[in-house]
């Protein structure tokens, strides 16, 4: 089964608003055995999206759309799918009951004139229950296919999807007689480029047939999307293990956990396994480490607290780095970086720690330390490893890869 995705909005082609919805709704449609053939974004105009939703009929009679379900007169997205289908819009005076004791419920008073709009179905489409805003989601099916309508909202969407639009397609799926067919798994990696990626796995990807492997580059990392399409739900994840298991021993340490594995969480499992707790010191990170880890639901358990030694006076008054040794080798230093992660497990009294300090640019390099400069310097029970790199990009990416490579010298660390 193929169908296409239209995202609807003038801020998607402007480059406002990144288009989540689009690599959200192909992963989930993927994995009901479903392909999309096709994703295209067009602006807050109906003749356009009546064109892309015509387009996509013609070829899969299958559409999904995003956006443009709101109130406001740049919504456009309902009226144009309606006359495509021949299904004049038409006050639904359920749903407008139902829209009214929502706006009670949080005090709004009665529905707005603007709103009322959003009860207008087309004749014949079935509702789909969005209980986190006021815009339904629409199936509506007839002679040109069907089109499914969905909030532009992410959280809206999904739940729409996950709730009403996936049952059912499966279902759809179920009554043809057809299976899902693509199966996925992804790989984290940290620590290793995607050309030193390609150059350790290239031998293996032949042999990982019917599996096919994607390099996905995040920054921070590398992702391995592992996908098999055409197979039996069993064969696919026996074939998608046997690859996993063949992929690992070439990935070593790089590997540090699978789907959405953030490696904050993976750091804290392995210090929570050993009953270690952990401490941060950041200079050049501002924070970023201490709030990479306090985004982990439960890192209480471990995470005891950080300092963000911006200045060098606060490295010398608040992590006790001598004064003579920042005179002598300077802020951005391997020898200021341990004394950092000393200074900081010493004053949490932690069995682990953190210590970050660079020169994140623009300005500040100099021809022996250019900017992007990092000095990392971690401590694991009695175990101790400082780490030099020079990263490239500006200021922001300077900070996200030190705040990674940190957490993963880490991470390395207390795995022995």
Same mark, same amino acid.
């Given at each position: 089964?193929?169908?296409?995705?239209?995202?609807?909005?003038?801020?998607?082609?402007?480059?406002?608003?990144?288009?989540?919805?689009?690599?959200?709704?192909?992963?989930?449609?993927?994995?009901?055995?479903?392909?999309?053939?096709?994703?295209?974004?067009?602006?807050?105009?109906?003749?356009?999206?009546?064109?892309?939703?015509? =387009?996509?009929?013609?070829?899969?009679?299958?559409?999904?759309?995003?956006?443009?379900?709101?109130?406001?007169?740049?919504?456009?997205?309902?009226?144009?799918?309606?006359?495509?289908?021949?299904?004049?819009?038409?006050?639904?005076?359920?749903?407008?009951?139902?829209?009214?004791?929502?706006?009670?419920?949080?005090?709004?008073?009665?529905?707005?004139?603007?709103?009322? /709009?959003?009860?207008?179905?087309?004749?014949?489409?079935?509702?789909?229950?969005?209980?986190?805003?006021?815009?339904? =989601?629409?199936?509506?099916?007839?002679?040109?296919?069907?089109?499914?309508?969905?909030?532009?909202?992410?959280?809206?969407?999904?739940?729409?999807?996950?709730?009403?639009?996936?049952?059912?397609?499966?279902?759809?799926?179920?009554?043809?007689?057809?299976?899902?067919?693509?199966?996925?798994?992804?790989?984290?990696?940290?620590?290793?480029?995607?050309? @030193?990626?390609?150059?350790?796995?290239?031998?293996?990807?032949?042999?990982?047939?019917?599996?096919?492997?994607?390099?996905?580059?995040?920054?921070?990392?590398?992702?391995?999307?592992?996908?098999?399409?055409?197979?039996?739900?069993?064969?696919?994840?026996?074939?998608?293990?046997?690859?996993?298991?063949?992929?690992?021993?070439?990935?070593?340490?790089?590997?540090?956990?699978? !789907?959405?594995?953030?490696?904050?969480?993976?750091?804290?499992?392995?210090?929570?396994?050993?009953?270690?707790?952990?401490?941060?010191?950041?200079?050049?990170?501002?924070?970023?480490?201490?709030?990479?880890?306090?985004?982990?639901? @439960?890192?209480?358990?471990?995470?005891?607290? @950080?300092?963000?030694?911006?200045?060098?006076?606060?490295?010398?008054?608040?992590? =006790?780095?001598?004064?003579?040794?920042?005179?002598?080798?300077?802020?951005?230093?391997?020898?200021?970086?341990?004394?950092?992660?000393?200074?900081?497990?010493?004053?949490?009294?932690?069995?682990?720690?953190?210590?970050?300090?660079?020169?994140?640019?623009? /300005?500040?390099?100099?021809?022996?330390?250019?900017?992007?400069?990092?000095?990392?310097?971690?401590?694991? !029970?009695?175990?101790?490893?400082?780490?030099?790199?020079?990263?490239?990009?500006?200021?922001?990416?300077?900070?996200?890869? /030190?705040?990674?490579?940190?957490?993963?010298?880490?991470?390395?660390?207390?795995?022995?």
């Amino acid at each position: 089964m193929d169908v296409e995705l239209v995202t609807v909005g003038t801020e998607l082609l402007l480059g406002f608003t990144l288009d989540t919805n689009a690599a959200e709704l192909a992963r989930a449609l993927a994995g009901v055995g479903v392909r999309v053939a096709r994703r295209v974004s067009v602006g807050d105009d109906e003749a356009e999206i009546r064109s892309a939703v015509a =387009g996509a009929l013609e070829r899969t009679g299958f559409v999904v759309l995003t956006g443009g379900l709101g109130p406001t007169s740049d919504d456009v997205t309902k009226r144009a799918v309606a006359a495509l289908f021949d299904a004049p819009l038409e006050l639904d005076e359920a749903y407008l009951a139902q829209m009214e004791r929502r706006f009670r419920s949080f005090r709004r008073g009665s529905v707005p004139a603007s709103n009322r /709009s959003q009860a207008e179905i087309p004749r014949g489409a079935d509702v789909l229950p969005n209980p986190r805003g006021t815009a339904p =989601g629409l199936w509506l099916s007839g002679g040109p296919g069907t089109a499914v309508m969905l909030p532009g909202v992410p959280h809206e969407m999904r739940g729409l999807l996950e709730e009403q639009v996936l049952p059912r397609v499966a279902a759809l799926l179920s009554e043809r007689g057809e299976v899902p067919t693509t199966r996925s798994r992804t790989l984290r990696t940290t620590g290793i480029t995607e050309s @030193g990626l390609q150059d350790a796995l290239g031998a293996l990807e032949a042999s990982l047939a019917p599996v096919r492997l994607a390099y996905l580059p995040q920054g921070i990392g590398v992702d391995l999307r592992l996908t098999v399409w055409g197979l039996p739900h069993a064969a696919a994840e026996r074939e998608l293990t046997r690859a996993v298991e063949a992929l690992l021993p070439a990935l070593g340490r790089h590997f540090y956990g699978e !789907g959405e594995a953030d490696l904050a969480a993976v750091v804290l499992d392995r210090l929570a396994a050993r009953g270690w707790t952990l401490a941060v010191a950041e200079s050049c990170t501002g924070g970023m480490i201490g709030a990479r880890i306090t985004a982990i639901a @439960g890192s209480s358990r471990v995470f005891r607290g @950080g300092v963000i030694c911006y200045a060098d006076e606060s490295k010398v008054r608040d992590l =006790g780095v001598p004064e003579a040794l920042i005179r002598s080798e300077g802020a951005v230093s391997e020898q200021v970086a341990r004394a950092m992660a000393a200074g900081v497990a010493r004053r949490f009294g932690t069995e682990a720690s953190v210590a970050v300090t660079g020169i994140a640019g623009p /300005s500040g390099g100099s021809e022996e330390k250019p900017v992007g400069t990092v000095w990392i310097a971690v401590r694991a !029970g009695e175990q101790e490893r400082a780490l030099g790199r020079r990263f490239p990009g500006g200021r922001r990416e300077v900070r996200r890869r /030190s705040t990674q490579a940190a957490l993963d010298l880490l991470r390395r660390l207390v795995e022995g």
